[in-house]
């Protein structure tokens, strides 16, 4: 099983360059497929996310062509199956983006029950209730939901929570339903407008997406375009977060400064220098971080995915803190492997209490998830000794060459096979 190997300590200095957001791709890939027609998808992450979406459009028959490392041309004009393979709907969460589309072009879908991060109960019931407004009946045998609709309709559907995914399959099923479909509620997330932006592109007739009321217009017919994904609002705030939590001066480049505000802002209240360009930011940090209160909440709130590596941040910052969870009711596993390197973190329901300690010691742990694995790679640029992270392959799925972009501004990490190749690298080091 791979591995990250990090020596802590070195300050991150130099400039970085931002990939296209996992969130948006993971929707416009399945988006491709309302086009019947060719698509050239440019600034994809070369992620395995996007690897499993690229995989699922090809088995369902659509023709894809690498253009380069980050850009594809999909000719979805001939799909011919309905059916996602069990074995890649469960390798992510955004395989329901299937269901939606599928849907739409062909009145019929089967996706297995979504896989992904583990964040505690994961319902898909606002998903369905869109289906079913519009006019589909949906059913879950075996592991496997199916969607099917004679014809689907234009519907006004009321979102009981905010929901990315509900939203983004709500503009999915409805861009050639007929008549017109009101979405109220709305999640406002750059990657919602990414997708709307996508799929008007298309030829879709889809509005006010980034407010919390959608309007979509059914068309008959979508046709192709060419489209660049917006850049990963996530990945960049990680990577401020790095160098704010192991000093240094970083120019984070490639991103859209608007949607990093609730980033920024917290990086602020600890301490951090933040200038803002055009298209660019530079954090500053000395190391030095003041304690502060977060609580994450929908889009423009401080985003869910940033609060893992808010925590260490906080883990390292004088006085004490509290992150509050308000979106997911289990996303403080990673507590235990951060205490192993010295954090004093105590979990209270949905509320971690941090009390700040003066560094994080090398350790070996284990990435819990996702954004809880990129944390602790953190965590681990900022400590004192070597940390192991394991289980790297939750970070694979959400960060284009993690490690090479941090060695590129001064980090010393290394990506290892095996037990053999760390003894080596930890030989090398030391
Ligand atoms: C998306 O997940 C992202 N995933 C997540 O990113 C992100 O954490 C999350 O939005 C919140 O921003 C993708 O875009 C693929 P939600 P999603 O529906 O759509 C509840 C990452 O690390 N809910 O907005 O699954 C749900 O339980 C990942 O990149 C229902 O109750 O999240 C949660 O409490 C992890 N019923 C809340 O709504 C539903 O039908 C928000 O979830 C749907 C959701």
Redesign the pocket.
């Known amino acids: 099983m791979e591995k990250f190997v990090i020596t802590g300590g070195k300050p991150l200095r130099g400039e970085v360059t931002i990939s296209g957001a996992?969130?948006a791709a993971?929707?416009i890939l399945p988006a491709t497929i309302l086009a019947a027609d060719i698509c050239v998808v440019e600034n994809l992450p070369d992620i395995s996310d996007v690897a499993v979406s690229l995989k699922i459009l090809s088995v369902l028959g659509a023709q894809i062509k690498m253009i380069n490392r980050n850009t594809y041309e999909i000719d979805t004009t001939h799909l011919t199956g309905t059916n996602v393979p069990d074995d890649l709907s469960r390798q992510m969460?955004?395989s329901y983006y299937f269901l939606g589309a599928l849907l739409s072009r062909f009145g019929k879908a089967q996706v297995a029950m979504p896989g992904?991060?583990n964040?505690g109960?994961?319902?898909?019931?606002?998903?369905l209730k869109v289906f079913s407004a519009l006019g589909a009946e949906d059913s879950v045998d075996y592991g496997m939901i199916t969607v099917r609709a004679k014809e689907l309709n234009g519907a006004h559907i009321f979102f009981d929570?905010?929901?990315?995914?509900?939203t983004m399959n709500g503009m999915l099923s409805a861009v050639m339903a007929k008549g017109q479909t009101i979405l109220e509620n709305c999640?406002k997330?750059p990657?919602v407008v990414d997708l709307a932006n996508f799929l008007n592109m298309c030829g879709a007739d889809v509005r006010g997406a980034g407010t919390d009321v959608i309007k979509v217009r059914g068309v008959e017919k979508m046709h192709g375009c060419t489209y660049s994904i917006i850049p990963d609002q996530?990945e960049a705030g990680t990577f401020m977060f790095a160098v704010a939590a192991a000093g240094g001066n970083v120019l984070v480049k490639n991103v859209i400064p608007k949607h990093l505000e609730a980033t920024t802002a917290k990086l602020l209240e600890v301490g951090c220098q933040v200038e803002e360009f055009d298209d660019s930011v530079r954090v500053i940090s000395d190391g030095h971080l003041r304690h502060t209160q977060v609580t994450t909440l929908?889009y423009p709130g401080f985003?869910?995915?940033m609060q893992p590596q808010m925590a260490v941040l906080l883990g390292i910052a004088e006085g004490t803190s509290t992150v509050t969870e308000s979106?997911?009711?289990n996303r403080f596993k990673y507590v235990d492997e951060l205490t192993r390197m010295g954090a004093d973190i105590k979990v209270e329901s949905n509320i971690a209490i941090i009390s700040g300690v003066k560094r994080y010691t090398g350790a070996r742990v284990n990435a819990p998830?996702?954004?809880a694995g990129a944390a602790l790679v953190i965590a681990g640029l900022a400590a004192e000794g070597i940390t192991v992270v394991d289980d790297i392959y939750y970070i694979q799925r959400?960060y284009e060459a993690l490690e090479e972009k941090l060695t590129k501004i001064g980090a010393k990490i290394a990506r290892v096979e095996d037990e053999k190749e760390l003894q080596k690298f930890i030989l090398k080091v030391s």
């Open positions: 996992k969130n993971v929707g969460r955004a992904g991060c964040l109960p994961r319902p898909i019931d606002q998903h929570k905010v929901s990315v995914g509900a999640a997330e990657h996530i929908p985003p869910t995915d979106i997911f009711e998830d996702l954004r959400g």
